[in-house]
């Protein structure tokens, strides 16, 4: 017999493979972000300008992987680098106005597939989802220190 917590891990197993959803044939034109982008676009939407160092600490990844990906972000216009708002020393990266709207366009693409996903799921059952989602989101950002930060 196994246990609550195997079924976890399997269901975790698949949905790491589903993920970005495109395996499901529910993702709409309009997401085109790599999912690096998608998510370092995202910290910088939810906590405001950050530097490369604040961007290390929060995702625990080297400065030289940070250097090139927002090298990437703002050679593409989606990034642009900022003296710090609070008067610190290191310059900061903030959304440029084509990366706010490519980051709108790609949350919105997100939200249109998992509708597809859960068109049949009541409206309970996907709050309910959500909020089992974010508890083990953030039992995980415990044991890790690094929480996500949200609105």
Partial sequence: MTSP?????????????????SQ??????G???????YILLSRVDTEGPMSIGQLSDA?????ST???????LKSAGLLE?????DGGIARKF???EEGRRRLDAEREAH???????MSDWPEEDIASFAGFLRRFNTGIERLDGRPWPRS
């Fill in 5 to 21: 917590t195997h079924e976890v891990a399997l269901e975790f197993l698949v949905f790491a493979r589903h993920r970005d959803l």
């Fill in 24 to 29: 499901v044939n529910a993702r709409p034109e």
């Fill in 31 to 37: 997401s085109q972000l790599e999912r690096s982008a």
């Fill in 59 to 63: 995702f625990a990844l080297d400065v």
């Fill in 66 to 72: 940070l250097n090139r990906q927002t090298a990437a």
């Fill in 81 to 85: 680098r900022i003296p710090d708002p």
């Fill in 94 to 96: 903030r959304l440029t």
């Fill in 111 to 117: 939200v249109r597939a998992l509708n597809l996903v």
